[in-house]
């Protein structure tokens, strides 16, 4: 039996988390865990619910898509408590690169069985403040295609994403993007700029194939200038993690990675803006505890 604190977002994945809430709530208290449920406003409202769980010896469960998972392991990482993570939206990529089953009972199972274990933090610090990530910060071509899929109110389910990109390639102009990488030079012209901690977003794009929540680094994948139709025919390799063997991406480690544009792109992380150009992104090794399979 375990104490649990479920900070749900009920609007997750188009009302997803909402419906599955009540057999959630069964599986858990069938289970005999002793279970608070406090249903978010908003990402701010989040950061007290995950507090106040803290507070109250209470693992943080965080139950929505991925923008509620990065936002509960931010806290949880400055309060030093222990979060649990149920798939409710529309990506759920953190379950799918920490080994977390995509079934929300079978997810709800791991709170009962699974163990402590600590997982990488990205941070992203730009003149908006500092936010935290799981997953992964872009900038450029994802910029646009994340404001699209924010905006989007047609019911296409993890589609949306693949939508997003379709339509944003039809207005896409080059940018021109200067990085530093542990301190060496990195620019260049083209679609991305993306920093990576757990490897995978966009509902199952494994942009970062080889990238670890448990190696203290982040994977910088850059997309390079090319034409329309060659980007295009390019893109479904990254459901496999194919497309890092093309010529125009490039994929190297670190820990520090600093990022501007010739344009104001924001900064997206777990489906959310969470900073403005210029930006540094940093990683804080093994900084949240989260219960994952054994």
């Known amino acids: 039996m375990r104490r649990l604190q479920l900070v749900v977002n009920p609007s997750a994945g188009g009302g997803r988390a909402q419906k599955l809430l009540p057999s959630v709530e069964a599986s858990l208290r069938g289970a005999g865990h002793d279970l608070v449920v406090t249903p978010t406003r908003s990402l701010e409202h989040a950061d007290e619910l995950t507090r106040a769980a803290g507070a109250d010896d209470r693992v943080a469960v ?14 949880v990482a ?12 529309r990506g759920n990529d953190f379950c799918r690169a920490a080994g977390l089953p995509q079934d929300v009972l079978a997810a709800c199972a791991v709170l009962s069985s699974g163990s402590e274990r600590t997982v990488d933090l990205g941070i992203v610090t730009s003149a908006s403040g500092e936010a935290a990530f799981l997953g992964i910060a872009s900038i450029g ?15 296409l ?11 944003t390639v039809a207005t896409w102009k080059h940018a021109e993007f200067r990085c530093t990488v542990d301190g060496s030079a990195l620019d260049l012209r083209g679609w991305s700029v993306a920093v990576a901690n757990s490897g995978v977003y966009g509902g199952g794009m494994h ?8 190696d203290g680094e982040l994977d910088v994948v850059t997309s390079g200038e090319t034409g329309k139709l060659a980007f295009l025919r390019a893109l479904p390799k990254v459901f496999k993690g194919t497309h890092v063997d093309e010529p125009t991406v490039d994929v190297r480690r670190a820990k520090v990675v600093e990022l501007s544009a010739d344009r104001p792109f924001r900064v997206f992380a777990d489906g959310d803006p969470v900073g403005t150009l210029p930006c540094t992104v940093t990683v804080r090794p093994g900084a949240v505890k989260v219960l994952l399979p054994s």
């Open 62 to 75: 965080a139950m929505g898509g991925d923008g509620i998972v990065g936002r509960v392991a931010g806290v």
């Open 78 to 89: 400055e309060t030093g408590g222990v979060m649990g993570v149920l798939p409710g939206g």
């Open 141 to 155: 071509f994802d910029s646009d295609v994340q404001e699209r899929v924010l905006n989007s109110t047609l019911p």
């Open 157 to 167: 389910g993890q589609l949306v994403y693949l939508y997003g990109s379709l339509a």
């Open 207 to 214: 942009l970062a194939p080889d990238a670890s929540l448990h």
